[in-house]
């Protein structure tokens, strides 16, 4: 038996040894269900299956890439690069863009984010002289969305009367219009946005038999992670994929759908069986995450749910502590406890602040958190802020790249063709986009000939010269790798020197964010690429904007090894593990939410919400609910949720709870009402047991941004070769003035100068980027 087989237990050795036909693997959490997968994957290619032949479909581009690595290590580098590894959206956009032309688009298709997505519905609302408070755009995207996960194109969505009533009475009638129309405006503008990637790829299967028995012949066996998080079009091109061979491995945890907000459907894996009548079910319960407790307790809560692929799960772990259950007086006051108990749990036991997780259901709950961390200086980072590529400086640099790659996407071409400042105001740019519609063209064209349409002479010569910019920078296209070519656009177009002369803090950030995007892409032409179907060694700009544009806010995350405490909701915690997990505001109508108790079906889903919070814990888990919050602006009194009488006593420690009081809609639970809480207040205080504080509670200060002294280069410096620049050598910068080197590292092809600088201090240099003067 091969040494690979030889880390897997009995379930996880049959799921890998099965190679022919349809299999459902259900993967409880903490199973080890990504071991199961690569090392699956690593025997089809060792039983003799052509690694060009697999197809492997996650979620997550992180989650692909370390399944990518771990094959890697036991294959090598040679067969990895032909699998077909990575997210729906990544896989299937790569289909499509060699199959393009079949759809009437260009293969250099531009990819809207939801952003760009709602820019173009706004702009097509306006148009149709609606109102937009009526059809606010983010609902009217989230409407489309909707209907191209469940298959419903634009005419579909017309003609179907349930959903014309179904607008009708939300009081927008004109919503298919709208669909419509936008569907169109992305056609006209090369684009398609996230959905169109998946709703796309099937409209491509179905509607093109050729394309489709090609696919089904290349992907002789297909392998998805998370099925239970699949829609309904997701689920459909699978079927359609599979068809010819219904090789078809699915890994997913029924107990873990919780995402039916974005369309998922449970159904997916719950019906795998009725799909593939000889289908093999393999379970996989035994746990290597979480101790003896936390995994009965979760076990005892989803055995509340009566839709489920029934499953024990099981660990030879420790037993581990009994579970905090922790009530407050109110959400500050939670927020409070939470802080002092890591502190002390870092002074007790030794935990680093990466090894906490604060959970919640909504992300308006992180405030308190955030106030009580700041008060004692721990640092935090939370997840689902502002993404680096949803940055103001960012988008509008990637939108001049997006340009050069497809001049037809008109939403890039609006958001720069004034910026900087170059005499073409709003006035021609609505000018441009009504001679564009009235004609069926792009803006682009309409920019071409601009002497045909009347622009006064001064708008005409700015409009001519952007043109000519453009086009330059689209003859470098073929020539010039994704760095050398961002580097002339930055340089060309004035972004750069315009955010460098911004000397305000705001100002600083902005130009050190866009040095941070050029490292990226720098980092992008210097990194070996998959050697699949034609893309080798393609380092061009098209390449890395597909790249980037499918990050997930998963794949974004650079703080997992920071030293700081995590904060996100439950859904943003999903697939992560922590050694010690908070899980915060277990109260009636928060946590289930209010919106999601009005039938089982919702029901049942946020208690596999809640058994997913559960699971995200290693060591220690802390359960806490407030009687008194603020919510929308005012102070709610709130019942403790129904999830916690699902909980079994044995294995609770309710000290910090105060008791088993019964709450006001009169089940019995654990802790008093607000008002019972404010007459008992004084003398249940003690239960909280907060860590010891000091007599002064010192107040948190935020540390300020560093400033940069800024350096006025010498007149004579000239960037010099700094291939064998040694520690001891004295360097000027051209920002950060004169230092010393104190130490070399990195690799070679991208050395790493530690400097300290006489007016800025130390500071890591990457010698492919700055330029320095050696002095001596």
């Not at 919640?360 to 502002?386: K, P």
């Not at 098209?542 to 544009?549: A, C, D, E, V």
Request: a neutral charge.
């Amino acid at each position: 038996m091969t040494n690979y087989l030889d880390e897997l237990n009995e379930q996880q050795r049959e799921a890998v040894l099965y190679i022919n036909g349809p299999l459902m693997i259900v993967a409880g959490a903490g199973s080890g269900k990504t071991k199961v997968l690569t090392t699956r994957i690593v025997h089809l290619i060792n039983s003799g299956v052509d690694s060009f032949n697999i197809l492997a479909l996650t979620f997550t581009n992180k989650a692909a890439a370390e399944m990518k690595e771990r094959i890697e290590r036991i294959l090598g580098n040679t067969e990895a690069r032909n699998l077909y590894i990575g997210t729906f959206h990544s896989v299937f956009a790569r289909v499509l863009r060699a199959e393009a032309n079949k759809l009437g688009y260009p293969n250099n298709f531009t990819i809207y984010d939801s952003d760009d997505a709602k820019s173009v519905i706004k702009t097509v609302i306006n148009e149709m002289d609606l109102d937009d408070k009526q059809y606010k755009p983010n609902v009217v995207y989230n409407r489309i969305s909707s209907a191209k996960n469940g298959l419903v194109g634009p005419a579909e969505y017309i003609n179907d009367w349930a959903i014309q009533q179904e607008d009708a009475r939300a009081n927008r009638p004109m919503l298919g219009q709208i669909y419509d129309a936008y569907a169109k405006r992305c056609f006209k503008n090369g684009a398609m946005d996230f959905d169109d990637l998946l709703f796309k790829m099937y409209i491509l299967l179905k509607n093109f038999p050729e394309v489709l028995s090609k696919y089904q012949r290349k992907f002789k066996y297909i392998l998805i992670d998370e099925y239970q998080d699949t829609n309904e079009t997701q689920y459909q091109i699978i079927k359609l994929l599979g068809a010819m061979h219904e090789n078809v491995c699915v890994v997913g945890d029924d107990a873990q759908s919780i995402y039916s907000f974005r369309g998922a459907t449970i159904e997916n894996i719950l019906q795998f069986q009725k799909d593939y009548d000889d289908a093999k079910v393999i379970k996989l319960e035994q746990n290597y995450r979480s101790t003896k407790t936390i995994l009965n307790v979760a076990n005892e809560v989803i055995a509340n749910n009566k839709n489920q692929l029934p499953k024990t799960l099981w660990t030879s772990n420790a037993e581990g502590d009994k579970i905090k259950l922790v009530r407050t007086a109110t959400d500050n006051e939670e927020g409070k406890f939470v802080a002092d108990t890591i502190q002390e749990q870092k002074l007790r036991n030794h935990f680093l602040n990466n090894e906490f997780a604060i959970l919640y259901r909504t992300n308006a709950q992180s405030r308190a958190f955030e106030e009580s961390l700041r008060r004692m200086n721990i640092a935090y980072r939370i997840y689902g802020g502002l993404s680096f590529y949803q940055r103001k400086e960012i988008k509008d640099f990637i939108a001049y790249l997006r340009i050069v790659v497809n001049p037809k996407d008109e939403e890039a071409l609006k958001r720069i063709i004034n910026y900087p400042v170059r005499g073409i105001g709003k006035t021609t740019i609505d000018k441009a986009v009504l001679f564009a519609n009235e004609r069926d063209i792009s803006m682009w064209q309409v920019l071409e000939s601009a002497a045909m349409y009347g622009f006064k002479a001064g708008t005409l010569e700015a409009i001519d010269n952007f043109v000519t910019m453009i086009k330059m920078f689209q003859s470098e296209l073929q020539k010039k790798n994704a760095y050398d070519l961002a580097i002339i656009v930055g340089k060309s177009t004035g972004i750069v020197k315009e955010l460098f002369n911004d000397k305000t803090t705001e100002g600083l950030a902005r130009y050190e964010n866009i040095q941070e995007l050029l490292n990226s892409i720098k980092e992008f032409t210097e990194t070996p690429m998959n050697e699949e179907d034609g893309e080798v060694g393609d380092k061009g700009l098209g390449t890395y904007l597909q790249q980037i544009t499918l990050l997930t806010d998963a794949d974004d995350d650079k703080g997992n090894a920071a030293d700081a405490v995590k904060l996100m909701t439950i859904h943003a915690a999903k697939g992560l593990e922590f050694s010690c997990v908070f899980v915060a505001g277990l109260e009636e109508t928060l946590f289930p939410s209010g919106m999601s108790i009005n039938t089982r079906e919702e029901l049942e889903e946020e208690r596999r919400l809640f058994y997913v919070a559960i699971t995200r814990s290693k060591k220690k888990l802390w359960l806490t609910y407030s009687n008194a919050r603020y919510r929308f602006g005012q102070l709610q009194q709130n019942d403790p949720s129904r999830f916690l009488e699902e909980l079994p006593d044995e294995h609770l420690d309710k000290s910090f709870a105060g008791g088993g009081i019964k709450n006001q809609s009169g089940r019995t639970g654990w802790g008093a009402t607000a008002q019972q809480w404010g007459r008992t207040a004084a003398a249940q205080k003690t239960d909280i047991r907060y860590p010891a504080k000091p007599t002064a509670t010192p107040t948190y200060v935020a540390p300020a941004r560093p400033q940069v002294k800024e350096h006025v280069p010498s007149a004579d410096f000239i960037a010099s070769d700094t291939s064998n620049l040694q520690a001891g050598q004295k360097v000027e910068h051209q920002k950060f003035g004169f230092g010393e080197v104190l130490k070399m590292e990195g690799a070679a092809h991208n050395p790493i100068a530690t400097v300290k600088f006489e007016q800025n201090g130390e500071k890591k240099i990457m010698l492919n980027y700055a330029k320095l003067r050696i002095i001596e």
